[in-house]
């Protein structure tokens, strides 16, 4: 089996930026893809290939990775951004394709 | 504009089969994509279900593999999850998505999801 770890929560007021971590042992080998989900909607993809970012996604996120730990930051966090971020990877191999538990991410 | 939308039973008996349809729009099944499911229990974090291309190339997570099945109804452009035996640890929010297929496959786009509960 493999795992992806992720802090269950993070709390920080607007305008702050937000870094939620993730962590696996493969990550020095493997992208790292990150998801947002905000209460009863779909996930929706944030990071791609640890650096990424989709064309509709604000610049104020962005992803890094640094060996088996993978962040994501949200510079100058926003109320909007409230949710629980997801990361996404796959074990050495590529067979076993796994999440993180997910961060409940508040801006407060 | 793509879209996908899951339907089907919301409410399955313990040891019986769930069955989801993900009907998609604006764009082919058959094109160089593939499609997967993707499940959130409550309470949990999100589990990979299973993957497959329209050439009947199939990729399951070794922990469901013996009871799911995937159907492809290339005419309606829509495929289905089959999940037998299911027990209380089945129900979840169920999302099917699209996948990249890139160096890692990865789920770009998602459909809002269809809650199933396990209760007799």
């Known amino acids: 089996s493999y795992e992806l770890t992720q802090p269950p929560s993070v709390s920080v007021s607007p305008g702050q930026t937000a870094r939620i971590t993730c962590s696996g042992d493969?990550?020095?080998?493997?992208?790292v893809f990150w998801y947002q989900q905000k209460s009863g909607q779909a996930p929706v993809l944030v990071i791609y290939?640890?650096?990424k970012r989709p064309a509709d996604v604000p610049e104020r996120f962005s992803g890094s990775t640094s060996g088996t730990v993978a962040t994501l930051t949200i510079s100058g966090a926003q109320v909007d951004d409230e949710g629980d971020y997801s990361c996404?990877?796959?074990?050495?191999?590529?067979?076993?394709?796994?999440f993180g538990g997910g961060t409940r991410l508040t801006v407060l | 504009q793509l879209q996908l939308q899951e339907s089907g039973l919301g409410l399955v008996k313990p040891s019986e089969t769930l069955s989801l349809t993900c009907a998609v729009s604006?764009?082919?099944?058959?094109?160089?994509?593939?499609w997967g499911w993707i499940r959130r229990p409550p309470g949990k974090g999100l589990e990979w279900i299973a993957n497959?291309?329209?050439?009947?190339?199939?990729d399951y997570n070794p922990s469901l593999k013996r009871r799911v099945s995937i159907l492809v109804d290339t005419a309606n452009n829509q495929f289905s999850l089959r999940l037998s035996s299911v027990t209380a640890a089945d129900a979840a929010v169920y999302y099917c998505?699209?996948?990249?297929?890139?160096?890692?496959?990865?789920?770009?786009?998602w459909g809002p999801g269809a809650q199933v509960s396990v209760s007799s």
């Open positions: 290939e640890d650096n």
């Open positions: 497959f291309y329209h050439d009947g190339t199939t």
């Open positions: 493969a990550l020095p080998k493997k992208y």
């Open positions: 604006g764009y082919s099944i058959n094109s160089g994509y593939y």
């Open positions: 996404y990877s796959t074990d050495t191999s590529g067979t076993l394709r796994v």
């Open positions: 998505a699209r996948v990249v297929i890139s160096t890692t496959y990865y789920f770009d786009f």
